[in-house]
């Protein structure tokens, strides 16, 4: 980390600002290895150019998994030329709706980061960015932008996160609230870290979608069983298994006329998808097996959490049915409310 980000962190227990201590610094100027210290005497490390406010993953370790084996797959810059090309930057626009203006030189906060793509997307917006993630996802993270000394990697527990109030010009969470056990305390927790007038946005998954289908539940049931003796090598194998073959198997069958059939067996007995690049298949199914925790929401929810979280202007945005974004409304609105 550089230094000048220890203006944004805090005690994640007290709030109390951090000190830094027993610092190596690298030759280009960050931070390698060091404590944080806080007035009440906490503290926590610096390892590997993180601050570590967790010692555990918790209910995230699948996606420490994930992210490590496959660091890369959804960064645009490893899929130039490829099928799924652009599809990181549309979605990151589709949700947050958030203009180059709002981005550049501004400091943008991602809770849930996973390896960084979205992260990604803000600094080549010329953004400042600031990720946070539970799980050993940061180690990718951090490989990532080893080089690039305007990307702070924290690992920390979004429910309670390292960073001061009124701290960052922007905030944002895709895809990952709901994978915590409050996804709601998740928002306000982020609205918190945004300055008043600054712009917030959510997307968690859609209730009746894809994520909510019988064939899901199932498998991340089998998941949990066989994971016991198993680990994640059979939802490894299934997930190359639907990405080569299922997922041409279901496209034949929908070429063949049996759309219905294709859409029971996906509904109900199998987790397939259909994305244009298996890579990406492989790394989807994966997903939507082995979370500890899941949840699907409604748009009327995410409505919810954000008015409740202190933000204004709250509207839809085009990716799904549970994307949205407002603005941190000024203290005078929110004390009001």
């Known amino acids: 980390m550089h230094p000048r980000f220890l203006q944004y962190l805090c005690c994640p227990a007290t709030g109390e600002p951090l000190e830094l201590g027993e610092a190596r610094m690298r030759p280009d100027g960050t931070v390698g290895a060091g404590i944080l210290r806080?007035?009440?005497?906490?503290?926590?490390?610096?390892?590997?150019?993180i601050p570590r406010f967790v010692s555990q993953e918790h209910y995230a370790s699948s996606f420490g998994f994930e992210w490590q084996r496959w660091p890369r797959v959804q960064f645009e810059s490893a899929n130039v030329g490829r099928p799924m090309q652009g599809h990181t930057t549309r979605m990151w626009d589709r949700i947050t709706?958030?203009?180059?203006?709002?981005?550049?030189?501004?400091?943008?906060?991602?809770?849930?980061?996973?390896?960084g793509r979205f992260l990604d997307v803000v600094r080549?917006?010329?953004?400042?960015?600031?990720?946070i993630d539970l799980s050993t996802a940061v180690e990718s993270a951090r490989k990532n932008f080893a080089h690039d000394p305007n990307?702070?990697?924290?690992?920390?527990?979004?429910?309670?996160?390292?960073?001061?109030?009124?701290?960052?010009?922007?905030?944002?969470?895709?895809?990952?609230?709901?994978?915590?056990p409050s996804p709601a305390a998740g928002l306000a927790a982020l609205a918190r870290t945004v300055r008043p007038g600054g712009w917030l946005a959510c997307c968690v998954y859609p209730r009746g979608d894809f994520?909510?289908?019988?064939?899901?539940?199932?498998?991340?049931?089998?998941h949990r069983f066989a994971g016991r003796?198993?680990?994640?090598?059979?939802?490894?194998?299934?997930?190359?298994?639907?990405?080569?073959?299922?997922?041409?198997?279901?496209?034949?069958?929908?070429?063949?006329?049996?759309?219905?059939?294709?859409r029971y067996l996906e509904e109900n007995w199998l987790v397939v998808l259909r994305l244009k690049d298996a890579r990406w298949r492989v790394l989807d199914v994966f997903d939507a097996i082995t979370p500890q925790t899941a949840s699907t929401h409604t748009a009327e929810?995410?409505?919810?959490?954000?008015?409740?979280?202190?933000?204004?202007?709250?509207?839809?945005?085009?990716?799904?049915?549970?994307?949205?974004?407002?603005?941190?409304?000024?203290?005078?609105?929110?004390?009001a409310a």
């Open 211 to 222: 994520y909510d289908f019988e064939s899901v539940r199932r498998f991340r049931a089998a």
């Open 38 to 49: 806080a007035l009440s005497g906490r503290g926590y490390p610096i390892i590997r150019g």
């Open 97 to 115: 709706a958030a203009p180059d203006d709002q981005v550049r030189g501004n400091t943008i906060v991602e809770f849930g980061c996973g390896p």
């Open 301 to 335: 929810e995410v409505r919810e959490w954000m008015v409740a979280a202190g933000c204004a202007e709250v509207r839809p945005t085009p990716w799904c049915a549970t994307s949205a974004v407002g603005a941190r409304a000024p203290v005078s609105m929110q004390a």
């Open 229 to 262: 003796f198993a680990g994640y090598r059979f939802a490894l194998a299934y997930s190359y298994l639907a990405a080569y073959g299922l997922a041409p198997a279901s496209n034949a069958l929908r070429q063949c006329g049996l759309r219905k059939l294709s």
């Open 124 to 131: 080549r917006r010329g953004g400042i960015a600031v990720g």
């Open 151 to 180: 990307v702070l990697i924290v690992q920390g527990d979004l429910l309670q996160p390292p960073f001061r109030q009124n701290a960052f010009d922007g905030g944002y969470s895709i895809g990952v609230l709901h994978h915590t």
